[in-house]
Protein backbone atom coordinates (compact mmCIF):
# COMPACT_ATOMS: atom_id res chain seq x y z
CA UNK A 1 0.00 0.00 0.00
CA UNK A 2 1.89 2.95 -1.37
CA UNK A 3 0.23 5.82 0.48
CA UNK A 4 2.82 8.63 -1.46
CA UNK A 5 3.70 7.74 -4.84
CA UNK A 6 6.11 9.39 -7.42
CA UNK A 7 5.21 8.31 -10.57
CA UNK A 8 8.07 9.57 -12.68
CA UNK A 9 10.84 7.45 -12.10
CA UNK A 10 13.31 9.94 -13.51
CA UNK A 11 13.06 13.28 -15.08
CA UNK A 12 15.80 15.19 -17.61
CA UNK A 13 15.81 19.01 -18.00
CA UNK A 14 18.15 21.32 -19.39
CA UNK A 15 19.62 24.21 -17.45
CA UNK A 16 18.18 27.41 -16.60
CA UNK A 17 14.35 25.41 -17.85
CA UNK A 18 12.18 24.55 -14.89
CA UNK A 19 12.33 21.81 -13.11
CA UNK A 20 8.92 20.03 -11.63
CA UNK A 21 8.92 16.98 -10.05
CA UNK A 22 5.42 15.92 -8.98
CA UNK A 23 3.85 13.43 -5.73
CA UNK A 24 0.61 12.24 -4.83
CA UNK A 25 -0.73 11.09 -1.78
CA UNK A 26 -3.88 8.83 -0.95
CA UNK A 27 -4.12 9.27 3.03
CA UNK A 28 -6.34 11.62 4.64
CA UNK A 29 -4.60 12.23 7.86
CA UNK A 30 -1.20 13.89 6.04
CA UNK A 31 -1.43 17.43 6.99
CA UNK A 32 2.85 18.10 6.37
CA UNK A 33 4.54 17.62 3.50
CA UNK A 34 8.36 17.47 2.57
CA UNK A 35 10.62 17.02 0.04
CA UNK A 36 14.22 15.91 0.32
CA UNK A 37 17.22 15.64 -1.95
CA UNK A 38 19.20 12.91 -1.92
CA UNK A 39 23.33 12.73 -3.57
CA UNK A 40 25.15 9.27 -3.62
CA UNK A 41 26.88 8.29 -1.11
CA UNK A 42 24.49 10.57 1.21
CA UNK A 43 21.67 11.02 3.26
CA UNK A 44 18.25 12.43 2.35
CA UNK A 45 18.90 16.32 2.95
CA UNK A 46 15.61 18.56 3.75
CA UNK A 47 14.93 21.31 1.26
CA UNK A 48 11.44 22.43 1.46
CA UNK A 49 8.30 21.74 3.59
CA UNK A 50 4.40 23.36 3.59
CA UNK A 51 1.46 22.84 5.48
CA UNK A 52 -1.88 21.72 4.75
CA UNK A 53 -3.19 25.10 5.48
CA UNK A 54 -1.08 26.77 2.71
CA UNK A 55 -1.13 25.97 -1.09
CA UNK A 56 2.08 27.14 -1.77
CA UNK A 57 5.78 27.64 -0.03
CA UNK A 58 8.35 29.56 -1.56
CA UNK A 59 12.19 29.42 -0.73
CA UNK A 60 14.40 30.91 -3.68
CA UNK A 61 14.60 28.72 -6.80
CA UNK A 62 12.16 25.98 -4.83
CA UNK A 63 8.70 26.47 -4.31
CA UNK A 64 6.20 23.85 -3.32
CA UNK A 65 3.06 23.53 -4.17
CA UNK A 66 -0.03 21.68 -2.76
CA UNK A 67 -3.51 20.59 -4.23
CA UNK A 68 -5.39 18.83 -1.36
CA UNK A 69 -8.32 18.49 -2.79
CA UNK A 70 -6.70 16.38 -5.55
CA UNK A 71 -4.30 15.08 -2.77
CA UNK A 72 -1.37 16.44 -5.09
CA UNK A 73 1.70 18.51 -4.53
CA UNK A 74 4.74 19.24 -6.62
CA UNK A 75 7.80 20.84 -5.95
CA UNK A 76 9.25 23.41 -8.95
CA UNK A 77 12.61 24.50 -9.22
CA UNK A 78 13.81 27.55 -11.43
CA UNK A 79 15.60 27.77 -12.92
CA UNK A 80 17.68 24.43 -12.80
CA UNK A 81 21.21 24.04 -12.25
CA UNK A 82 23.42 20.97 -13.14
CA UNK A 83 24.26 20.70 -9.18
CA UNK A 84 20.35 19.97 -8.58
CA UNK A 85 20.86 16.47 -10.41
CA UNK A 86 20.08 14.10 -7.24
CA UNK A 87 17.40 11.65 -6.27
CA UNK A 88 13.97 13.47 -5.27
CA UNK A 89 11.67 12.26 -2.54
CA UNK A 90 8.61 13.86 -1.43
CA UNK A 91 7.70 12.62 2.12
CA UNK A 92 4.31 13.14 4.31
CA UNK A 93 3.22 13.11 8.02
CA UNK A 94 0.02 12.69 9.75
CA UNK A 95 -1.69 15.10 11.88
CA UNK A 96 -2.17 15.06 15.85
CA UNK A 97 0.67 12.71 15.98
CA UNK A 98 2.54 14.47 19.09
CA UNK A 99 5.60 16.46 19.36
CA UNK A 100 7.37 13.69 18.48
CA UNK A 101 5.85 12.56 15.57
CA UNK A 102 8.08 14.37 13.04
CA UNK A 103 10.15 10.90 12.65
CA UNK A 104 7.46 9.15 11.43
CA UNK A 105 7.47 10.51 7.34
CA UNK A 106 5.81 7.97 4.86
CA UNK A 107 8.43 8.68 1.59
CA UNK A 108 7.80 8.15 -2.14
CA UNK A 109 9.93 6.33 -4.45
CA UNK A 110 11.57 9.13 -5.48
CA UNK A 111 12.52 10.46 -8.67
CA UNK A 112 15.95 11.43 -10.44
CA UNK A 113 16.55 14.76 -11.75
CA UNK A 114 18.95 14.92 -14.31
CA UNK A 115 19.83 18.91 -15.36
CA UNK A 116 21.92 18.71 -18.29
CA UNK A 117 24.36 22.08 -18.99
CA UNK B 1 28.99 21.19 15.43
CA UNK B 2 28.58 17.22 13.85
CA UNK B 3 26.23 16.06 11.67
CA UNK B 4 24.71 12.47 12.19
CA UNK B 5 26.98 9.65 11.46
CA UNK B 6 26.78 5.97 11.10
CA UNK B 7 28.99 2.84 11.35
CA UNK B 8 29.81 0.37 9.56
CA UNK B 9 29.53 2.34 5.90
CA UNK B 10 29.23 -1.44 4.72
CA UNK B 11 28.34 -4.84 5.56
CA UNK B 12 28.15 -7.78 4.61
CA UNK B 13 25.81 -11.02 6.24
CA UNK B 14 24.96 -14.35 5.41
CA UNK B 15 21.07 -15.16 6.14
CA UNK B 16 20.64 -15.93 9.58
CA UNK B 17 22.93 -14.13 11.19
CA UNK B 18 22.72 -11.17 13.40
CA UNK B 19 23.63 -6.93 12.91
CA UNK B 20 24.21 -4.27 14.88
CA UNK B 21 24.33 -0.75 12.87
CA UNK B 22 25.30 2.52 15.14
CA UNK B 23 24.52 5.93 14.79
CA UNK B 24 25.54 9.36 16.31
CA UNK B 25 23.24 11.61 16.28
CA UNK B 26 24.10 16.13 15.50
CA UNK B 27 24.42 17.50 18.93
CA UNK B 28 21.94 18.95 20.91
CA UNK B 29 19.16 15.81 18.92
CA UNK B 30 17.37 13.81 21.19
CA UNK B 31 15.13 12.23 19.04
CA UNK B 32 16.20 9.03 16.36
CA UNK B 33 14.40 7.87 13.06
CA UNK B 34 15.49 4.77 12.03
CA UNK B 35 14.85 3.79 8.19
CA UNK B 36 15.17 1.07 5.52
CA UNK B 37 15.32 2.13 1.99
CA UNK B 38 15.84 -0.61 -0.14
CA UNK B 39 16.84 -0.39 -3.83
CA UNK B 40 14.79 1.93 -6.02
CA UNK B 41 12.34 2.57 -3.23
CA UNK B 42 11.71 5.61 -0.70
CA UNK B 43 13.41 5.03 2.74
CA UNK B 44 10.58 3.46 5.02
CA UNK B 45 10.13 4.10 8.85
CA UNK B 46 11.37 1.24 11.10
CA UNK B 47 10.92 2.90 14.65
CA UNK B 48 11.82 6.12 16.18
CA UNK B 49 13.35 6.96 19.79
CA UNK B 50 13.12 9.83 21.74
CA UNK B 51 14.83 10.36 25.32
CA UNK B 52 16.03 6.19 25.38
CA UNK B 53 12.30 5.09 25.03
CA UNK B 54 10.79 3.64 21.50
CA UNK B 55 8.16 6.23 20.20
CA UNK B 56 6.22 4.86 17.18
CA UNK B 57 7.00 1.84 15.21
CA UNK B 58 6.60 1.32 11.25
CA UNK B 59 5.39 -2.15 10.21
CA UNK B 60 8.84 -4.34 10.62
CA UNK B 61 8.53 -7.62 12.73
CA UNK B 62 10.10 -7.88 16.15
CA UNK B 63 13.37 -9.16 14.71
CA UNK B 64 14.06 -5.68 14.10
CA UNK B 65 14.95 -3.40 17.32
CA UNK B 66 16.52 -0.41 18.65
CA UNK B 67 18.11 1.10 21.48
CA UNK B 68 18.90 4.80 22.75
CA UNK B 69 21.49 5.49 24.73
CA UNK B 70 21.61 8.69 27.25
CA UNK B 71 23.86 10.66 25.16
CA UNK B 72 21.00 10.25 22.40
CA UNK B 73 22.82 7.71 19.86
CA UNK B 74 21.44 4.85 18.54
CA UNK B 75 21.53 1.44 17.68
CA UNK B 76 19.51 -0.75 15.46
CA UNK B 77 19.73 -4.70 15.65
CA UNK B 78 17.97 -7.09 13.09
CA UNK B 79 18.07 -10.94 14.19
CA UNK B 80 17.68 -13.99 11.88
CA UNK B 81 18.71 -11.92 8.79
CA UNK B 82 16.82 -12.49 5.67
CA UNK B 83 17.68 -11.65 1.74
CA UNK B 84 15.25 -9.47 1.84
CA UNK B 85 16.68 -7.23 4.73
CA UNK B 86 19.68 -6.03 2.26
CA UNK B 87 19.16 -1.86 2.15
CA UNK B 88 20.68 1.03 3.16
CA UNK B 89 19.76 1.79 6.74
CA UNK B 90 19.69 5.34 7.19
CA UNK B 91 19.51 6.74 11.03
CA UNK B 92 18.23 10.66 11.37
CA UNK B 93 17.85 12.43 14.25
CA UNK B 94 15.65 15.65 15.23
CA UNK B 95 14.75 17.62 18.02
CA UNK B 96 11.44 16.45 19.08
CA UNK B 97 9.67 19.40 20.99
CA UNK B 98 11.35 22.32 19.29
CA UNK B 99 9.90 24.08 16.35
CA UNK B 100 12.73 22.82 13.99
CA UNK B 101 12.35 19.13 15.33
CA UNK B 102 9.94 19.03 11.80
CA UNK B 103 13.02 18.53 10.16
CA UNK B 104 15.23 16.01 10.48
CA UNK B 105 19.15 15.69 9.45
CA UNK B 106 20.07 12.07 7.88
CA UNK B 107 23.01 10.52 8.48
CA UNK B 108 24.96 8.51 5.02
CA UNK B 109 23.34 5.46 5.58
CA UNK B 110 25.07 2.00 6.20
CA UNK B 111 24.80 -0.52 3.43
CA UNK B 112 23.51 -4.33 4.71
CA UNK B 113 24.06 -7.31 1.91
CA UNK B 114 22.82 -10.26 2.96
CA UNK B 115 23.89 -13.24 1.22
Known amino acids: DQQVKQNSPSLSVQEGRISILNCDYT??????FLWYKKYPAEGPTFLIS?????DKNEDGRFTVFLNKSAKHLSLHIVPSQPGDSAVYFC????????????????FGQGTILTVHP | ETGVTQSPTHLIKTRGQQVTLRCSSQ?????VSWYQQALGQGPQFIFQ???????GRGNFPPRFSGLQFPNYSSELNVNALELDDSALYLC??????????????FGPGTRLLVL
Open chain 2, 92 to 105: ASSLGFQPKGETQY
Open chain 1, 27 to 32: NSMFDY
Open chain 1, 50 to 54: ISSIK
Open chain 1, 91 to 106: AARPANAGGTSYGKLT
Open chain 2, 27 to 31: SGHNT
Open chain 2, 49 to 55: YYREEEN
